[in-house]
């Protein structure tokens, strides 16, 4: 994880200033949908959840990075039968200075939000066990579906999945990290952006991308 840009935020109400989302120029082929398709061979398991409940805990040893301890309630899953719950350790989160160090392609998350993870092995990926890192996250934001960096997803009429402009939705760009606000400012982000598909249709194309793979 060498080529992360660790940043170091220090208080409340904190804004980011992160580089927009460099994962795909509006109408460009979703992230999500060339992962499935080029390296599929790599993912453990693809779920569906609600984040409930999310742990901070500072650097363990010698390790660099903070940890940041999510867990979801497992609503749907493909490729494999695990547990109800499914917790992620992802790098970043709040040092015992008070710092909050993010790594700039970790994803954040808030409790109660819903996501499609696309998972990949812990061994291999201890600070983020997500195929792509930030690329294989979805957020489910009032029943619509988004790229981690705010990009609103569709399916074009040939069936490919695509990624269009970045919506201002706030639940998409402004995060609690263990009691203070990170805002991620995206500058390109509109609130004039088309719908997203809804969780149904990315379900409905999930079904059919893994038809047969169970």
């Not at 981690?148 to 990290?177: E, K, Q």
């Not at 509109?190 to 893994?210: E, I, K, Q, Y």
């Amino acid at each position: 994880m060498s080529s992360l840009l660790l940043i170091l935020l220090t208080g409340c109400g904190v804004d980011g200033g992160l580089a927009p989302d460099r994962l795909a120029e509006p109408t460009s082929p979703a992230p999500l949908g060339l992962l499935l398709s080029e390296h599929r061979d790599r993912l453990d398991g693809v779920v569906l959840g609600t984040v409930s409940a999310i742990q901070y805990l500072p650097p363990e040893g010698d390790a660099p990075f903070a940890r940041t301890l999510v867990t979801w309630d497992v609503e749907s899953e493909w490729l494999s039968d695990g547990p109800e719950s499914l917790t992620l350790q992802l790098g970043g989160g709040r040092l015992l200075s008070g710092d909050i160090q993010h790594l700039s392609e970790v994803p954040l998350f808030n409790p109660g939000e819903q996501d499609l993870l696309l998972l990949v092995d812990e061994a291999t990926s201890p600070w983020c066990p997500l195929l792509g890192c930030e690329a294989g996250v979805v957020r489910i934001i009032e029943g619509r579906a988004y790229t981690a960096g705010g990009h609103a997803l569709s399916l074009d009429a040939s069936g490919v999945l695509r990624a269009g402009d970045v919506a201002a939705h706030p639940a998409l760009h402004t995060f609690d990290v263990d009691g203070s606000t990170l805002t991620l400012r995206r500058p390109e982000a509109s609130d004039r952006t088309p719908p997203a598909m809804t969780t149904a249709d990315l379900t409905a194309f999930l079904h059919s991308s893994f038809r047969g793979d169970r």
